[in-house]
């Protein structure tokens, strides 16, 4: 069922949770705000919020190196302590986000990092599409809107489906692990080199190499 966006945003105020996380939550429920929240609460995902403004200023910076050297990954991811940090859990969580980065390519972490005329831009363009689609123009607006979320699960880190579980996003992933773990976790930054960039060259798929690899 499609889900009222002031139902997500009176979710998210409730439990903390990610705002795909509550939609997602939304439409289990069937638009049921009592409902959705234990949704949340039984994934493990409310109870993550409240760890969720706890300083992480501890963690570990990843490389992950596709085979080859063709791409490569640095990753700063964070949590509460250096115990944590050390651990194998904590250390294999965050090379899965680094190899997630290296197939997805991602250029940033979350959506309030996109400068906003970036975005404005790409609404100017996916106006005029739905326009030369034929639609009406009073519902343009909200057609845009929409595909503008699109956008951000294309190119926001948070917001794309993981690569071993497309089923669940990265913040739904980092909910999940801090849930388990105890303790905040962020992923404060990344940088991805691809060999040749911005060089013109045969056109490869990336995607489909890192994931034969996941799959060995």
Same mark, same amino acid.
């Given at each position: 069922?499609?889900?009222?966006? *002031?139902?997500?945003?009176?979710?998210?105020?409730?439990?903390?949770?990610?705002?795909?996380?509550?939609?997602?939550?939304?439409?289990? &429920? #069937? !638009?049921?705000? @009592?409902?959705?929240?234990?949704?949340?609460?039984?994934?493990?995902?409310?109870? &993550?919020?409240?760890? &969720?403004?706890?300083?992480? @200023?501890? !963690?570990?910076?990843?490389? +992950?190196?596709?085979?080859?050297?063709?791409?490569?990954?640095?990753?700063?991811? #964070?949590?509460?302590?250096?115990?944590?940090?050390?651990?194998?859990?904590?250390?294999?969580?965050?090379?899965?986000?680094?190899?997630?980065?290296?197939?997805?390519?991602?250029?940033?972490?979350?959506?309030?990092?996109?400068?906003?005329?970036?975005?404005?831009?790409? /609404?100017? $363009?996916?106006?005029?599409?739905?326009? #030369?689609?034929? /639609?009406?123009?009073?519902?343009?607006?909200?057609?845009?809107?929409?595909?503008?979320?699109? +956008?951000?699960?294309?190119?926001?880190?948070?917001?794309?489906?993981?690569?071993?579980?497309?089923?669940?996003?990265?913040?739904?992933?980092?909910?999940?692990? $801090?849930?388990?773990?105890?303790?905040?976790? *962020?992923?404060?930054?990344?940088?991805?080199?691809?060999?040749?960039? !911005?060089?013109? /060259?045969?056109?490869?798929?990336?995607?489909?190499?890192?994931?034969?690899?996941?799959?060995?």
């Amino acid at each position: 069922m499609a889900v009222n966006a *002031s139902a997500v945003k009176e979710l998210r105020e409730k439990t903390g949770a990610g705002m795909l996380d509550c939609k997602k939550a939304l439409e289990e &429920a #069937n !638009g049921d705000l @009592t409902k959705a929240v234990e949704v949340l609460r039984e994934k493990g995902l409310a109870a &993550a919020a409240n760890k &969720a403004g706890r300083i992480a @200023t501890e !963690g570990v910076v990843e490389s +992950y190196i596709h085979a080859g050297g063709r791409i490569g990954v640095l990753v700063e991811v #964070n949590c509460e302590t250096d115990f944590v940090a050390k651990t194998d859990q904590f250390k294999d969580f965050v090379r899965d986000i680094a190899m997630h980065i290296a197939a997805s390519n991602p250029r940033y972490v979350r959506r309030e990092e996109v400068p906003q005329e970036e975005i404005e831009k790409e /609404k100017e $363009i996916l106006k005029a599409q739905a326009l #030369n689609e034929g /639609k009406p123009e009073k519902i343009v607006e909200k057609m845009v809107e929409g595909r503008i979320g699109k +956008y951000y699960e294309e190119f926001c880190l948070l917001e794309q489906s993981f690569i071993k579980d497309p089923d669940k996003t990265i913040s739904t992933l980092i909910n999940e692990k $801090i849930s388990t773990i105890g303790e905040n976790i *962020s992923v404060r930054r990344f940088v991805r080199f691809e060999l040749g960039e !911005g060089l013109e /060259k045969k056109e490869d798929n990336f995607y489909e190499e890192v994931m034969s690899q996941v799959k060995q």
